[in-house]
């Protein structure tokens, strides 16, 4: 149980384009969803939390128009890279959480690629 | 505000040696810790939590930890190591009081040679 999938896993964008990601919880339902980001060698830097059915919170420096999340139903959350950059290119990781502060689950991640 | 210190960035290791992976954070609030681990293009998995209770955690493929709330430290160790338990480690801690918010450490590099 608890397994939370991404899709795509890969995706490469040409610059100033926009790029999907989404964020499932398959066997569980997720109160709150984390977005994560992870330059390479690096650690990971939340991005945002965003709770269902109402809007994200997103950490210090993180560009809310950039990185649009939604969190539509207790199972999806998308996060958008609008008018994507090279700058952009990283691995994003969400993370799902079951309600429980200390339980959360991680999806495999998406490596993203502008050029 | 909370962080989270991994002493070492990169350990390496021979097959079968015991190994110790450091972590320390520092917090005005009470916190859960965590260690993760991370291969190569995936995401995490949890390998033990501390939550309450015996400052002595075990937890998957052989790990444990122990938290020692004098030193805010939260090692991690494994008596024998396996070529497989090459991967990225993170030590993690969430504030009682912020949602689940984790925040990472900068990761240690585990690498196990024959």
């Known amino acids: 149980g608890a397994v939370v999938s991404q899709h795509p896993s890969w995706v490469i964008c040409k610059s100033g384009t926009s790029v999907k990601i989404e964020c499932r919880s398959l066997?569980?339902?997720?109160?709150?969803m984390f977005w994560y980001r992870q330059f390479p060698k690096q650690s990971l830097m939340l991005m945002a939390t965003?709770?269902?059915?109402?809007?994200?919170?997103?950490e210090q420096g993180v560009e809310k128009d950039k990185f649009l999340i939604n969190h539509a139903s207790l199972t999806l959350s998308t996060l958008t890279v609008t008018s994507a950059h090279p700058e952009d290119s990283s691995f994003y990781i969400c993370?799902?959480?079951?309600?429980?502060?200390?339980?959360?689950?991680f999806g495999p991640g998406t490596r993203l690629t502008v050029t | 505000a909370q962080s989270v210190t991994q002493l070492d960035s990169q350990v390496p290791v021979f097959e079968e040696a015991p190994v110790e992976l450091r972590c320390n954070y520092s917090?005005?609030?009470?916190?859960?810790l965590f260690w993760y681990v991370q291969y190569p293009n995936q995401g995490l998995q949890l390998l033990l939590k501390?939550?309450?209770?015996?400052?002595l955690v075990k937890g998957i493929n052989g790990f444990e930890a122990e938290f020692n709330k004098s030193q805010t430290s939260f090692h991690l160790r494994k008596p024998s190591v396996h070529i497989s338990d090459t991967a990225e480690y993170f030590c993690?801690?969430?504030?009682?009081?912020?949602?689940?918010?984790?925040?990472f450490g900068q990761g240690t590099e585990l690498s196990v040679k024959p």
């Open positions: 993370s799902a959480g079951t309600g429980r502060i200390y339980e959360q689950y």
């Open positions: 066997d569980f339902q997720a109160t709150t």
């Open positions: 965003s709770n269902e059915g109402s809007k994200a919170t997103y």
């Open positions: 917090s005005s609030v009470s916190v859960y």
């Open positions: 501390y939550l309450s209770g015996s400052t």
């Open positions: 993690a801690v969430t504030p009682y009081n912020q949602g689940g918010k984790l925040i």
